[in-house]
């Protein structure tokens, strides 16, 4: 009997580690853009605290795919961003755990590595392959290419602001026919973002370009954070520009919380995603430019 559950054991790891191979779509199949180093895994940072997964030294940007069950898929996807600072990547606490619980309201949700550490332009450019390789193969987990958004945490919330003013900018030479397809979000979900007041006087950051194509947006965040400010100058842009926008901002939170409980952030802004990404997100046809 032991030998019998040793057997089936190494079964299900073997099929576990396929489906995880299978799940991983590298974005870049040739040389990656602007990279010197070579290709290779991301590597583990020896910080754990926090029970969180940090992943540094990304040099092949990849997306970890996470399907919506067919009964529940609703026909949207969600390209999740980790943030960490340009540094590293919250690689489980604001990433897996976040495309779980995207599952669940029936969202496909795809896990972006990009490039770090500090790699903004190499960032950028991977976000925006994401955008265009998901779209290619929508028809794969029955997703409408137009209903494809962002949501980022900290600098994956800046990379979601930058992916969602910057979508008219070519940052790559195209490598194959998905890059004929646009990259501009249908929705984004910024989560106590970073970096996006790095304007005169604590405004909106000069590169991120405002307008009323820009997709609508859910901002979270708390006063007692110290990026606290972006939200603030993000959700006044846009309103100024009349692109739809939700702000929620919390007396108290910090940062970094993703959304484990004993925080009342991390507890709230989950709940008030989940009604708008219901109610609006997931049925946003995204307008083309």
């Known amino acids: 009997m032991k030998t019998f559950f040793i057997f089936i054991t190494a079964i299900l790891f073997t099929v576990n580690t396929y489906a995880q191979k299978n799940n991983v ?6 040389k990656v853009p602007g990279e010197t180093e070579e290709k290779h895994d ?17 040099t092949n ?21 980790p943030g960490g600072g340009y540094s590293i990547l919250s690689y489980n606490k604001e990433g897996t755990e976040i495309a779980e619980w995207l599952n669940k309201s029936g969202f496909t949700a795809f896990v972006l590595q990009y490039r770090v550490p500090q790699k903004q332009e190499g960032a950028l450019q991977d976000i925006q392959r994401a955008m265009r390789v998901i779209r290619s193969k929508a028809e794969t987990w029955n997703l409408d ?58 405004s909106l950051t000069p590169e991120l370009k ?5 997709p609508p947006m859910f901002i979270f965040g708390t006063a007692d954070d110290k990026y606290g400010n972006s939200s603030l100058v993000m959700a ?17 939170g910090g940062h970094g919380y993703g959304m484990r409980p004993g925080n009342k952030a991390a507890e709230t802004w989950p709940l008030l995603a989940d009604a708008w990404l219901k109610t609006f997100a997931a049925r946003q046809q995204g307008n083309r430019p």
């Open 236 to 252: 006044t842009a846009l309103r100024d520009a009349n692109v739809p926008v939700e702000l929620h901002l919390l007396a108290s």
């Open 210 to 214: 405002v307008n009323k194509l820009t």
């Open 145 to 202: 290419p137009d209903r494809l958004g962002v949501l980022g945490f900290s600098a994956g919330g800046s990379l979601s602001a930058r992916a969602a003013t910057l979508y008219r900018e070519q940052t790559y030479t195209p490598v194959d026919k998905a890059d004929s397809l646009q990259t501009r979000p249908a929705f984004a979900l910024l989560i106590y973002p970073a970096y996006l007041d790095h304007g005169e006087n604590r």
């Open 25 to 30: 779509i590298y974005l870049w199949p040739g």
């Open 42 to 58: 991301p590597v583990k940072h020896p910080d754990t605290s926090g029970n969180a997964i940090r992943l540094t030294d990304v």
């Open 61 to 81: 940007p990849a997306l970890i795919v996470y399907p919506a069950a067919p009964e529940n898929n609703n026909g949207a996807g969600v390209i999740v961003c």
